[in-house]
């Protein structure tokens, strides 16, 4: 009869596990015993400038005014008054006639 055992990778046993960590890590010196000099004084990282919008203009101040992000009107496509556009139009949808030349029917035809 077979054992589990013979299923499993020698790479998943406790003798391999224990081999991999048996190397002695040493502890770094006491502060007492590192030698201190002056010539070289740690240094922050450089900074990096990072993608996309600044955090600083994304949220505005409380009392800081709005800007407008149309210089002009809206005009509506479909009933063409002035306020708003046609997604926020309430009158019915106008729908427009469509002409289409001999010359443009042919053309379609014959690609085909």
């Given at each position: 009869?077979?054992?589990?055992?013979?299923?499993?990778?020698?790479?998943?046993?406790?003798?391999?596990?224990?081999?991999?960590?048996?190397?002695?890590?040493?502890?770094?010196?006491?502060?007492?015993l590192v030698l201190d000099n002056d010539?070289?004084?740690?240094?922050?990282?450089?900074?990096?400038?990072?993608?996309?919008?600044?955090?600083?203009?994304?949220?505005?101040?409380?009392?800081?005014?709005?800007?407008?992000?149309?210089?002009?009107?809206?005009?509506?496509?479909?009933?063409?008054?002035?306020?708003?556009?046609?997604?926020?139009?309430?009158?019915?949808?106008?729908?427009?006639?469509?002409?289409?030349?001999?010359?443009?029917?042919?053309?379609?035809?014959?690609?085909?």
């Amino acid at each position: 009869m077979e054992s589990i055992e013979d299923y499993v990778d020698a790479y998943f046993t406790t003798t391999t596990y224990m081999r991999a960590y048996n190397n002695k890590i040493t502890p770094l010196p006491g502060s007492d015993l590192v030698l201190d000099n002056d010539n070289q004084s740690i240094q922050q990282p450089p900074l990096k400038r990072l993608d996309g919008k600044p955090r600083n203009t994304i949220f505005k101040a409380p009392g800081e005014a709005k800007v407008r992000s149309r210089s002009s009107t809206v005009r509506c496509s479909n009933c063409q008054q002035f306020g708003h556009n046609i997604k926020g139009c309430r009158r019915a949808l106008v729908t427009k006639k469509v002409v289409v030349s001999n010359k443009v029917k042919q053309a379609n035809i014959l690609d085909i």
